[in-house]
C-alpha cells in the first residue's frame, strides 16, 4: 500500500488501466450482441413481410419475370435500414432514411431530381424502419413515375414530425396531381395497395392522398403512442 500523498506503483495503475479497458471490452460485446439479436428478429419479420408481398403482387404479375420485377425495388427498399447501420454501426435516423430511399429511386427520372428533405434527425428502431421505408418507397416511386414523368423541373418534398397525438409523414411533388375522380379504394395499384396495407396493418394509422395547388402529397399519420411503443427498443 503507497503512502498517503506518494504516488502509486506502475503495477497499481496498469491493473486500473487493464480494468477501465476490460469494462469497455464488456460493455462493447454487449452491445454488439444486442444489435445482432435486433438484427436477426427484424430479418426474420421482414422475410415475412417479403411473403405478404409476394401474395399481393402475384395478382399483377404475369409473369415470375414481372413477378421479379414488382419485388426487386421493394426487397431493396427492406434493405435501406441494414444498409445504414452497416455504415455507421448506429441505429438509423429518419432524414438519412428518406435520403437513401430517395437515391435508390430518382434512377427513374431523366432530369435531375430537386429532393427537399425536411424530415428530424430523429433516431428511430429497426421495427420502425422497415415499414416507413416500405411506405417511403411506395410514395416516392408513385411520384417519380407518374407525378414527375414528364415535368421539366421535378421536385420532391419529404418532410415530417411527432406532436402530442400522431407522427406524420407527407411526400409531395409538383406534378399534375390526381386525375379528376380518382377513388383510391376502387382504382389503387398495387404500389398504393402496398402503402394502404403499410399504413393499416404495420402502424395502425392511415394515409390519404391530395391534390395541391401544384402536384400531389401522399400523407401517413400515426398515434403517436404507438410511435412511441415501435420505437421503445432501437435493436428490435
Known amino acids: 500500500m503507497s503512502r498517503v500523498g506518494q504516488p502509486q506503483g506502475k503495477g497499481s495503475s ?93 434512377w427513374r427520372l431523366s432530369a435531375p431530381l430537386g429532393f427537399d428533405n425536411r424530415l428530424p434527425s430523429l433516431e428511430i428502431s429497426l421495427r420502425l424502419c422497415s415499414p416507413l421505408s416500405l411506405w417511403l418507397h411506395e410514395m416516392v416511386v408513385n411520384a417519380l413515375a407518374h407525378g414527375l414523368a414528364r415535368v421539366q423541373s421535378p421536385k420532391l418534398l419529404i418532410a415530417g414530425q411527432v406532436d402530442g397525438d400522431a407522427f406524420q409523414i407527407s411526400v409531395a411533388d409538383n406534378g399534375p396531381g390526381l386525375a379528376p375522380g380518382f377513388d383510391i379504394s376502387a382504382q389503387a395499384g398495387l404500389g398504393l395497395k402496398i402503402a394502404q396495407a403499410v399504413a393499416r396493418s404495420d402502424l395502425r394509422g392511415r394515409m390519404e392522398l391530395k391534390t395541391l395547388g401544384e402536384g400531389l402529397q401522399a400523407r401517413l399519420e400515426f398515434p403517436a403512442h404507438e410511435f412511441e411503443r415501435l420505437n421503445r427498443n432501437v435493436w428490435n
Open 14 to 106: 496498469s491493473a486500473t488501466a487493464r480494468s477501465l479497458e476490460g469494462g469497455r471490452v464488456r460493455d462493447k460485446s454487449a452491445n454488439a450482441k444486442e444489435l445482432a439479436g435486433g438484427i436477426c428478429h427484424r430479418a426474420k419479420n421482414d422475410l415475412q413481410t417479403l411473403a405478404n408481398l409476394m401474395a399481393l403482387a402475384a395478382p399483377y404479375a404475369r409473369t415470375p419475370a414481372e413477378l421479379t420485377e414488382a419485388l426487386d425495388g421493394r426487397i431493396g427498399a427492406m434493405s435501406v435500414s441494414y444498409t445504414l447501420v452497416a455504415q455507421t454501426g448506429a441505429p438509423p435516423h429518419l432524414d438519412r432514411l428518406a435520403e437513401e430511399v430517395v437515391r435508390r429511386a430518382k
